[in-house]
């Protein structure tokens, strides 16, 4: 979606794990490397059980916590992380995040209810 600010990670073609800052200005999105409207210092990602989890230090704008959120599945072709389908999952994955009290909420993911972000969350 335009104006989305998205921490990416995937493992490219050499087998590598990549984790980036991606910013979305048009709807031809190739999720290429750039600056978002916070600063994001340290980002890394590994792939665990199937998963990624992307660690990164956030920046927050002064006096805002809570943030929406979304997670999306999508293709690698070679070194680039493609566009994601505009179905199944990826149109239920939103809900929000406080990075003060750690409160997931609103969940239109598959683990469905509320969450706290676990004690070693850095995120």
């Given at each position: 979606?335009?104006g989305?600010q ?9 087998g590598?794990?990549?984790?980036y ?25 590994e792939?665990l059980?199937?998963?990624y ?24 072709s ?12 990826n ?8 990075f ?14 509320s969450?706290k972000l ?6």
């Amino acid at each position: 979606m335009v104006g989305t600010q998205c921490l990416v990670a995937f493992k490219n073609s050499s087998g590598q794990i990549q984790a980036y800052t991606a910013p979305i200005a048009d709807y031809l999105a190739q999720f290429r490397q750039g600056s978002l409207s916070f600063n994001v210092p340290r980002i890394e990602a590994e792939f665990l059980n199937n998963e990624y989890i992307i660690f990164a230090t956030l920046e927050l704008p002064s006096g805002r916590t809570s943030f929406n959120q979304v997670w999306q599945n999508g293709q690698v072709s070679g070194q680039a992380l493609q566009a994601h389908s505009q179905s199944g999952d990826n149109m239920r994955s939103f809900g929000s995040v406080d990075f003060a009290t750690g409160q997931l909420g609103n969940d239109g993911g598959s683990r469905g209810g509320s969450r706290k972000l676990g004690p070693k969350a850095e995120v």
